[in-house]
């Protein structure tokens, strides 16, 4: 009795903060640029990701734009009010991994050690993302003064270690939903979250894979929601 309670307060969490998170990202997608002032780098498509792993002021500046564009001011205050947002966005994706951690527990028990692995990147992944939006803010509030390259430094560094970070607690949320034998949707939000943790090993040397590995993790995200909802629903029928 107590079990069952137990999960059904775990999936009815996890479907509003999974609500929450595609909230989110549905309404950061809308008020960041979708493109470039004059163009990415790295064969990358989102603006938000390129600014993320750049190394370089020149980089930074074809994203945004330099003070002399007529756009630039408000352009830069997107990418401002974006990164602001955030820091909430941290918050909620934390929170679901914890949940689907919790979901995937349940199925397959993941051991001591797996488990403290879990939390260790977890924290890293949050640590390194807070650093990195302090370093973008610094960087974009001074877009309008003089800047080196000195001034990004280790800008795209600590955002690999954010990204792998992430993509770790997917590979180990994928293999705890692969593992149990039942559940069809869990598998193949398993299989997907797993093949973003395995594209991210490549994205350290080509940074175009980091995106492809976030879009994978993404479609991941969604069939486990689903999986999360079909549930909830179940769980509200039978009440």
Known sequence: ??????????????????????????????????????????NLNSTIIALELSSTVEQIRSIVGNPEDENFFVNNNKYIRSVYFDFLYIVSYSSFFIMLFEIGSRKYSPGLILKRLFYFFLLIAIIFDIVENIKLLNVLGNLTKILTDEDVYLLKNISLTKWISIFVLCG?????????????????????????????????????????????????????????????????KNK
């Open 1 to 42: 009795m107590f079990q069952n309670f137990k999960e059904k307060k775990v999936y009815f969490l996890s479907f509003y903060v999974g609500m929450f998170l595609l909230f989110l990202s549905v309404f950061l997608t809308i008020i960041t640029p979708f493109s470039p002032l004059h163009g990415n780098h790295s």
């Open 172 to 236: 180990i949320n994928g293999l705890l939903f692969w593992l149990p034998k039942k559940n069809y949707l869990l598998k193949a939000a398993g299989l997907f979250l797993f093949v973003s943790f395995m594209l991210s090993l490549l994205g350290i040397f080509k940074l175009r894979l980091i995106e492809v590995a976030a879009l994978v993790m993404t479609e991941g995200f969604i069939i486990a929601y689903i999986h999360i909802a079909l549930k909830s629903f179940m769980f509200l």
